[in-house]
């Protein structure tokens, strides 16, 4: 039997395979698209009625409603918390210290990641593509984009109308020094956001910057949005305050709103198939991609798929390791696969404010600090965006918590509060809960990378092994967030606890680089249209391609980036 | 006093809270019971006590102090947390505790919450928000003072 050979293959589901697939889909009838998924879940109201439901009786080290689901095992979330005695997918080779290890996680679920992100939508800065040219004490680094922001300016107008994007045009405008105009009004700040923006933005100065608390741009509804008829319409955010893990009604944008436009479009879906490897012919075309499928029931039997174009868009740590896999003596050859490495480093400084912010009502972020995003600074160290949340003190203290810090009160045999005298702690100290948190850039140094480890998965496959280190300029950037935050909560009149400067840093779960984007492919692995150097019918989409990080969310980034592949995919499929 | 009065007695006391819902309390006092069996009878007894006294929250403020061994804090604390964040600690292997026959302690799986559960938490409507997923307000109401 011939097998079928697809017009494109797309690894992937997630924001970047999935608005590709759709965006190929609608500009060219009749392709035949194919999407693998290493996850498999359903993409409709029940199946996020029932995460909902799981959610509503996690126990115990159960983070997210996607823990219990059936393609674990084959689709592992890098950190297992339900499965203690299992070995982490992650390999870090010998590393234990924490300040040394990747931390950056991911969901391998039909429509990604964007199941369980929060939702912030935020540019990159012109300065962004440019560090070369703007900062010369940059220069040993390798910073600039083949793409200026202006060349990807469209591309985030209409990223933002693909995703419905919610903002404050005129305070963007002043940002990003342009014109501008989001598809929906801003998200409302939250009754204690107001409290806090007036607060701060009083105070003039922070660390010597003018300071400006803004509405964030957010991928969430602030009315009903339907992209001008082109998707199904979706509703306004009635401030469920879980847009991580769930959104409970979809007033967030998730993958799945394009997964399912592409599906109707006629894209195939295989959900459960983990690529082990790609096949390039001798004249360089890339010309099959074989997968193991876990929902088979043969998880060991390796099918193949052939496709005139292949789109990688797994995330920066799937895709680089399936082409790392893929490599021969004349084939994936490009050195720069898996290098350079990036996420975002964060941390929060927490306090209690002279008055009740009633947090917890509303998105668990509605505002956010911009100033600190770029500057002469930069020169020096990272820049970072900070955010003003709104769930008390985030990750650093649960409402949970709180609580049993409360009940801990002289421990046993000592005075315990309960009563009304509990009553009244747990309303003084959480509605008072704020947090100023800093997500901070990591430059793209080529010792930070994705290769292969020597031990392998559930389906027999080697697992990335991942090496990551901050240099003094990121840790310089964590400390100078550490006491902008500090400045402010301070300045406004918080009771600021966890003062010292931070040893350790979070992550903002934003794996990029990798696969990175350049002009040369000695120091890069995809052009400006995200296409391979090495393979013409090759493409990179997501957060891998990215040149540097910036301080921003890179969702939007990715689609942005995502849509002018799309553009380069349509040309290459016209070519006999 | 049946054993539901009584758990829903200690429990106003415990909460702070006057009007508790009994069908919630029967849910938790049974799930309560399955790891923190004893410590729960004796917290029991401890306010049985305690209500006759003139003032029976300090009567019971002093046998929490007294009890050295902890296992009315144990038990108070689990009663609280119950029903402030409908939450429940698995004490594991703690050889203090008299964990019920054949109890695997507190899995979801084997003790199904009762619908609404969590979002019936007293602490979201002591801060006056709402449990996490469940609002049931519309669009921009967290932009005003509750």
Redesign the interface.
């Known amino acids: 039997m011939k097998t079928k050979t697809y017009d494109v293959v797309i690894v992937g589901s997630g924001v970047a395979g999935a608005l590709c697939a759709w965006k190929l889909a609608q500009a060219k009838k009749g392709l035949s698209i194919l999407i693998l998924e290493a996850g498999a879940n359903d993409l409709d109201d029940r199946q996020r009625a029932a995460f909902?439901r799981v959610?509503?009786?996690?126990?115990?080290g159960?983070r997210s409603p996607y823990s219990r689901m059936a393609s674990r095992p084959f689709a592992p979330f890098p950190e297992s918390p339900d499965d203690p005695k299992k070995e982490k997918y992650y390999d870090h080779g010998t590393e234990t210290d924490a300040t040394k290890l990747f931390k950056a996680t991911y969901l391998r679920m039909t429509g990604g990641a964007t199941w369980g992100w929060r939702g912030n939508a935020p540019r990159f800065l012109p300065n962004d593509f440019k560090l070369n040219d703007v900062y010369e004490e940059l220069a040993a680094h390798n910073l600039n984009w083949p793409l200026t922001y202006e060349q990807v300016r469209a591309d985030f107008d209409e990223a933002e109308r693909e995703l419905g994007v919610a903002g404050d045009s005129e305070a963007w405008a002043k940002v990003l020094g342009h014109q501008m105009k989001f598809p929906m009004p801003p998200i409302?700040?939250?009754?204690g956001d107001?409290l806090m923006q007036k607060a701060i933005n009083g105070l003039g100065t922070v660390a010597g910057r003018k300071v400006r608390v803004i509405s964030t741009p957010q991928a969430r509804n602030?009315v009903p949005y339907d992209n001008n008829g082109q998707q199904a319409r979706r509703p306004?955010?009635?401030?469920?305050?879980?847009c991580i893990p769930?959104c409970?009604i979809q007033a967030k944008y998730d993958a799945t709103v394009h997964l399912k436009l592409a599906l109707s479009a006629g894209v195939e879906l295989r959900n459960g198939c983990v690529v082990t490897k790609l096949t390039a012919k001798g004249d360089g075309k890339v010309v099959s991609l074989r997968y193991k499928s876990w929902l088979s029931g043969k998880p060991d039997d390796v099918q193949e798929v052939k496709g005139r174009v292949f789109i990688l868009a797994a995330n920066a740590v799937e895709t680089p390791k399936i082409l790392l896999l893929s490599r021969t003596a004349d084939a994936f050859t490009n050195q720069n696969i898996g290098r350079y490495l990036m996420d975002h480093v964060q941390e929060e400084v927490v306090g209690i404010y002279k008055e009740p912010l009633?947090?917890?009502?509303?998105?668990q972020s509605t505002c956010g600090i911009e100033d600190f995003r770029d500057g002469k600074f930069r020169g020096h160290h990272s820049g970072f965006r900070m955010t003003v949340g709104?769930d008390g003190w985030g990750r650093k203290e649960t409402?949970?918590t709180t609580?049993?810090n409360l009940?801990r009160t002289s421990?046993?045999?000592?005075?315990?509060l309960?009563?009304?005298?509990?009553?009244?702690a747990?309303?003084d100290r959480?509605?008072r809960m704020v947090r100023v948190s800093f997500s901070v850039e990591v430059l793209p140094h080529e010792a930070n990378a994705v290769t292969l480890s020597d031990k392998t998965d559930d389906l027999g496959i080697l697992r990335p092994k991942l090496k990551f280190n901050l240099t003094d300029y990121e840790w310089k950037g964590l400390e100078e967030g550490h006491k902008a935050a500090t400045e402010i909560l301070k300045g406004v009149g918080c009771v600021v606890h966890d003062e010292p400067a931070p040893k350790n840093f979070n992550t903002a779960a934003h794996p990029m680089g990798t696969c990175r984007m350049g002009t040369d492919k000695a120091t890069s692995v995809v052009d400006a249209d995200g296409r391979s150097h090495e393979h013409a019918n090759l493409f990179m989409a997501g957060a891998s391609v990215f040149t540097t990080g910036s301080s921003a969310n890179p969702t939007l980034m990715l689609a942005a980036l995502t849509l002018r592949t799309a553009r380069a995919v349509l040309k290459q499929l016209s070519k006999p | 006093m049946t054993p539901n009065e009584a758990f829903m007695n200690v429990s106003g006391l415990l909460t702070g809270v006057d009007d508790l819902d009994s069908a919630l309390g029967e849910s938790y006092r049974r799930q309560i019971e399955e790891c923190y069996c004893a410590e729960l009878n004796d917290l029991i007894d401890a306010y049985r006590k305690a209500v006759l006294t003139k003032d029976p929250e300090a009567d019971l403020q002093r046998q929490l102090k007294e009890d050295t061994a902890g296992r009315l804090w144990l038990a108070a604390r689990q009663v609280i947390k119950a029903w402030y964040l409908s939450q429940f600690d698995d004490p594991g292997d703690k050889a203090t505790l008299t964990r019920k026959a054949g109890a695997a302690g507190f899995a979801p799986s084997a003790l199904p919450p009762l619908p609404g559960e969590l979002q019936r938490g007293l602490i979201w409507r002591i801060v006056q928000a709402h449990p996490p997923a469940y609002s049931v307000q519309p669009h921009g109401y967290w932009s005003q003072k509750p």
């Open positions: 909902h959610n509503m009786v996690q126990g115990p159960w409302p700040l939250s009754y107001q602030s306004a955010c009635e401030g469920n305050s879980n769930l409970p009633f947090p917890f009502r509303g998105p709104n409402v949970g609580l049993d009940l421990g046993a045999g000592g005075a315990f309960f009563g009304k005298a509990l009553r009244q747990v309303a959480v509605t």
